[in-house]
C-alpha cells in the first residue's frame, strides 16, 4: 500500500507541475498576443458607434497605428451599439478626454478594429469612463458606391461615344469629320515637309545659315541693349536707374497736380475760365455777339455787309480804285503837269 501510494503522489506532482507550465505558456501566449498585456495591466474603457461595421469581440484596438488592447464586449444601448475596450495602462497618458475612436480596418479589405487619436492634452481617461466616437474611416464599402456611380458614367460616355455624341463619338463615326481630320493632318505634314525643305520664313529659320546668324545678331544687340539699360546708360536707362530725374519727374508731376488742384479751386485765369459762372456767362455773351455780327455782315446789313453783298458798291469801290491808280501813274510820268508850284517873294 506504501509503494502504491508513493506513486500515486509521484503521477500528481507530474500532472500539477503539467498543469502549471500549460497556464504559464497561455499566460504568455496572452501577454504576447493579447495587444494589452496581462490581465492586471490592462483597464477598461467604453465607446457608441450607431454602426460597428461588423465589429467583433477580440478586434485589434490602436493607437497612433500601435496595437495597445483589444474589444471585449459589445453589446446594444438604444440605437446605438455600446463596444468595450481593453487598453494597456501605459498608453493612460495618451487617451484623454480629447481623444476620439473610430472603426478602421487592418486594411482595404481586412476586418473592422478601433482606432484611438492620441493627445497629450485634457483629463486621463480611468477605468470604465466613456471616450467620444466620430465617424468610421471610408473603407471598401464605402467606397462602393462612388466606384459604382463612376463605372456607370464611363459606361454611358462609352455609349455616346458609339452612339456619335459629341466630338470623340463624330470622330469615331462621322466618315466627313475623319476625312476632314485627315486632310488636316495631311495639310500639317505638308507644312512640315516644307519648312524642312527650306521654304517659307519657318523654313528659312530652320535651314539658312544666314538667317540664323541675323537672328542671333539681333538677339545679341538686344541684349546689349538691355545691358547698357540696367547699366543706366542712355535716356531710357537713366530714366531708369538715375534717382535724380526720377525726383525730377516726380516733382514735375507735383506741379501738375498743384496746377491741376488750383484749377478745380478757380483759382487764375483758366480756374476762373472753368469755374466762374460770370466769366462764362460773359465769353457766352460775347460769342452770341459774334455770331450775331457775322450773321448781320452775311445777310448784307451795315458797310462791311454791303461790301461784301452789294456788287454795285463793290464795282464803284474798284472803278475808283482803278482811277486812283491810272492817276498816280500819270503824276509819275509827268510830275510837273500836276504839280505847278509858283513862289512869289514880296
Known amino acids: 500500500m506504501a509503494r502504491t501510494h508513493s506513486l500515486a503522489w509521484s503521477q500528481l506532482k507530474i500532472g500539477i507541475l503539467g498543469v502549471v507550465a500549460l497556464g504559464l505558456a497561455s499566460m504568455l501566449i496572452i501577454a504576447v498576443g493579447g495587444q494589452g498585456g496581462f490581465a492586471w495591466q490592462r483597464y477598461a474603457l467604453k465607446t457608441k458607434f450607431t454602426d460597428i461595421q461588423g465589429l467583433k469581440t477580440g478586434a485589434v484596438v490602436r493607437v497612433a497605428g500601435v496595437?495597445?488592447?483589444?474589444?471585449?464586449?459589445?453589446?446594444?444601448?438604444?440605437?446605438?451599439?455600446?463596444?468595450?475596450?481593453?487598453v494597456n495602462e501605459a498608453q493612460q497618458e495618451r487617451i484623454t478626454e480629447h481623444s476620439r475612436a473610430s472603426i478602421g480596418a487592418l486594411s482595404l479589405l481586412g476586418e473592422p478594429i478601433i482606432i484611438i487619436s492620441p493627445s497629450a492634452a485634457g483629463r486621463r481617461l480611468q477605468h470604465g469612463d466613456y471616450i467620444q466616437s466620430e465617424g468610421a474611416a471610408p473603407g471598401i464599402g464605402t467606397m462602393a458606391g462612388p466606384v459604382q456611380e463612376a463605372v456607370g458614367e464611363v459606361t454611358q460616355l462609352l455609349q455616346d461615344v458609339r452612339a456619335g455624341k459629341g466630338t470623340v463619338g463624330k470622330?469615331?463615326?462621322?466618315?466627313?469629320?475623319?476625312q476632314e481630320f485627315n486632310a488636316l493632318l495631311g495639310a500639317a505634314e505638308g507644312v512640315v515637309a516644307g519648312i524642312n525643305r527650306g521654304q517659307g520664313t519657318l523654313g528659312k529659320l530652320a535651314r539658312d545659315d544666314s538667317a540664323y546668324r541675323q537672328l542671333t545678331a539681333s538677339l545679341a544687340d538686344l541684349n546689349a541693349m538691355t545691358r547698357r539699360i540696367r547699366a543706366g546708360e542712355g535716356s531710357l536707362g537713366r530714366l531708369l536707374n538715375d534717382d535724380a530725374l526720377?525726383?525730377?519727374?516726380?516733382?514735375?508731376?507735383?506741379?501738375?497736380?498743384?496746377?491741376?488742384?488750383?484749377i478745380n479751386r478757380g483759382e487764375g485765369t483758366a480756374g476762373k475760365l472753368l469755374n466762374e459762372k460770370e466769366l462764362y456767362d460773359r465769353f457766352n455773351a460775347i460769342s452770341e455777339r459774334i455770331?450775331?455780327?457775322?450773321?448781320?455782315?452775311e445777310g448784307g446789313q451795315g458797310t462791311a455787309g454791303s461790301l461784301l453783298k452789294d456788287k454795285q458798291l463793290y464795282d464803284n469801290m474798284n472803278g475808283a480804285a482803278n482811277e486812283l491808280r491810272s492817276l498816280i501813274a500819270d503824276i509819275r510820268k509827268d510830275p510837273r503837269k500836276y504839280l505847278n508850284v509858283r513862289v512869289s517873294i514880296f
Not at 470622330?171 to 475623319?178: K, N, P, R, V
Not at 526720377?246 to 488750383?262: C, G, M, N, Q, R
Open 67 to 86: 496595437d495597445v488592447g483589444k474589444v471585449t464586449a459589445i453589446e446594444f444601448a438604444g440605437a446605438e451599439v455600446e463596444v468595450t475596450l481593453e
Open 291 to 297: 455770331d450775331k455780327l457775322v450773321a448781320a455782315v
Open 246 to 262: 526720377a525726383k525730377s519727374l516726380s516733382s514735375t508731376a507735383s506741379s501738375v497736380d498743384e496746377i491741376a488742384a488750383k
Open 171 to 178: 470622330l469615331f463615326t462621322d466618315e466627313a469629320l475623319y
